[in-house]
């Protein structure tokens, strides 16, 4: 694992009490993913909020799915929505 690897799932496992493992799981999980499909999008949704023990309102959900679906946000833009 490279440093940059490294400090990354620390970062997550300190943020989101997720290991390594765990991501890799999810990342595995949604290699072949279509992210223009909504249940699609909106399960990894759920399936990351319980992980992470970070319970996200239907509101919220709601504005993540149709972020994502319509490629309306990037990166940094969904980062800051998980922060609210």
Do not use: C, W, Y
């Amino acid at each position: 694992m490279s440093g940059f690897q490294k400090k990354a799932f620390d970062h997550l496992h300190k943020k989101a009490n997720l290991s390594p493992d765990e991501i890799m799981k999810v990342a595995d999980s949604v290699k072949h993913a279509n992210f223009q499909d909504e249940k699609t999008v909106r399960n990894l949704v759920k399936q990351l909020s319980k992980m992470a023990g970070k319970p996200v309102s239907k509101e919220k959900e709601d504005k993540i799915v149709k972020a994502i679906t319509e490629n309306n946000m990037d990166m940094n833009q969904l980062n800051q929505m998980f922060k609210k």
